[in-house]
């Protein structure tokens, strides 16, 4: 069993040394753009392997993701996966009648459509024919629809699928606290008026016990992930000043890329009763060092360095992808944008390393396909809070870290370079649907190797947990 992170440990000293130097060039990256576009080199040799089929991506969109409590507040979580899966078929031309499965992701469940892969699929006019099931696994859910459809097409079990998911923060299911459901079921075994009096007194007598909010802590640690994240961010010397100078990063990338039009997934949602169609994202929002340095921590009171400013926020928002094998997508006639390579899921401690997935899980996936960082074009990490990516990229720069917990006795991997990371924005600023990011992660790699970043990216994603995800997209040829 892992041990708990040592805060006394060489860890601290080797995480600060690598955020002054990590932080001074995200500073730089503020005022200035990413690394320049470049071809993918034809001289690279493909990830293709011969025993397995090329899976590719054909095109990925969602819904600009809201804040939650604004614009879709009045929808269902139905409506928005519903809208990513229409506006999927009609930006590819598809014939929905050639899908053969479709997978989609969600973590709060709405009651009323418990398998809303099946329910949105149907109201978006998909055959009744086609099979839909929907999935859960945290912050990664998404990307897990992604790799069940994957399995599905490498074995032949599918030519075509979607993979999808959503999330919808703004109407999440509240209960009656337990006394209360009790008392109510066992309402119906009352017959008599007086029995049904007696069971109607306790009811309203166990209301003064409350409602159950959905889970925000880990079942297992009972620690809440932003409490989590504080303690990762003090085990790795991680400053409040470091976090926001990367959450501002974040925003103003966002916002850059809005602006240049490359956030070209979107697909813009006329919702009822809203004057203006909804087509961005309104959580970016660049601010001030100044103003974000103002804001009072978050969950370790007083003294934590975690705020509202640099942890992701609750998003309502669904996306969905088409994915399929390239001999398919010759004979349909449809052009792919990337290659699904390989993939990997990791999980560890949930407790002191709850969020470091991303640092797990990319060493070895480039190592199983005979890669190093340097291979790695575009980098698309899920930001969950700021200093959450900022501990991953410290775990794989620590020399400590790699021999204590990764068992790695050659050392530190090494951190991707900032100037490749997240090039676009991430979910700090663009938003965070839980059940939804995956496939924003895995399209948005796609479009930038498409805008010239090169021929390879990596996607890497944490969830709860102690969960992780990492993908490889490769370029497919233009």
């Known amino acids: 069993m892992l041990r708990s992170l040592n805060l006394n440990a060489p860890i601290a000293s080797s995480g600060r040394f690598l955020l002054q130097q990590q932080h001074r060039q995200s500073v730089r990256l ?39 409590g604004t614009d879709y507040k009045r929808l269902m979580p139905h409506d928005l996966a519903r809208h990513s899966l229409l506006t999927l078929a009609n930006r590819t031309k598809l014939d929905k009648s050639i899908v ?19 329910e949105a699929a149907l109201g978006a006019g998909y055959s009744d024919r086609i099979p839909a099931h929907t999935v859960t696994q945290a912050c990664i859910s998404s990307n897990q629809a992604i790799t069940t459809c994957m399995g599905l097409l490498a074995t032949g079990a599918a030519q075509v699928c979607i993979a999808g998911g959503v999330e919808f923060m703004s109407d999440v299911p509240i209960r009656l606290n337990r006394n209360t459901r009790s008392h109510l ?12 009096l007696s069971v109607g007194g306790r009811i309203l007598g166990s209301l003064t016990g409350g409602v159950e909010l959905p889970a925000v802590a880990e079942f297992s640690t009972n ?11 003090a085990a790795f010397g991680i400053s409040r000043r470091a976090q926001d100078e990367f959450a501002l990063r974040s925003h103003t990338l966002a916002a850059q890329a809005a602006k240049d039009g490359l956030l070209t997934e979107i697909e813009p949602f006329k919702v009822p009763g809203v004057a203006n169609t909804v087509s961005r994202d309104n959580g970016v929002r660049p601010s001030s060092m100044e ?13 934590g360095t975690i705020t509202a400013a640099n942890a992701s926020f609750l998003t309502d928002g669904a996306s969905a992808c088409l994915l399929t094998t390239e ?35 990319t060493p070895r996936i480039l190592e199983r396909n005979g890669l190093s960082l340097a291979d790695i074009d575009a980098f698309e990490y899920h930001e969950a809070f700021a200093g959450q990516i900022l501990a991953n990229l410290a775990a794989l720069d620590s020399d400590y870290f790699a021999k204590q917990y990764m068992g790695r006795q050659a050392g530190k991997y090494g951190a991707p370079p900032m100037d490749k990371l997240n090039c676009w ?9 839980f059940g ?42 233009q």
């Open 30 to 68: 503020l005022s200035a753009a990413p690394a320049a576009a470049k071809p993918a080199d034809s001289k690279r040799r493909s990830l293709a392997k011969p025993d397995r089929p090329n899976i590719v991506l054909v095109e990925g969109v969602r819904t600009p993701f809201l804040q939650s």
């Open 327 to 361: 001999e398919t997508a010759k004979r349909l006639g449809l052009k792919p944008k990337a290659y699904l390579r390989d993939f990997m899921y990791v999980s560890q401690d949930p407790k002191d390393q709850l969020l470091l997935g991303p640092a797990y899980a």
């Open 425 to 433: 924005g991430g979910s700090l600023s663009i938003g965070h649907p």
């Open 436 to 477: 939804a990011t995956g496939v924003r992660l895995v399209t948005c790699a796609a479009n930038r190797l498409l805008k010239g970043s090169g021929q390879l990216a990596l996607v890497a994603a944490c969830a709860a947990g102690g969960q992780g995800h990492a993908m490889l997209v490769e370029a497919y040829p």
């Open 100 to 118: 053969d499965y479709i997978v989609m992701g969600t973590v709060i469940q709405e009651v009323k459509t418990s398998n809303i892969a099946r």
């Open 291 to 303: 103003a974000m340095s103002k804001l009072k921590p978050a969950f370790v009171k007083p003294h």
């Open 223 to 233: 620690e809440t992930m932003g409490h989590s994240a504080d303690r990762l961010c």
């Open 185 to 196: 079921l066992s309402m119906r075994k009352a017959k008599s008026l007086p029995d049904q």
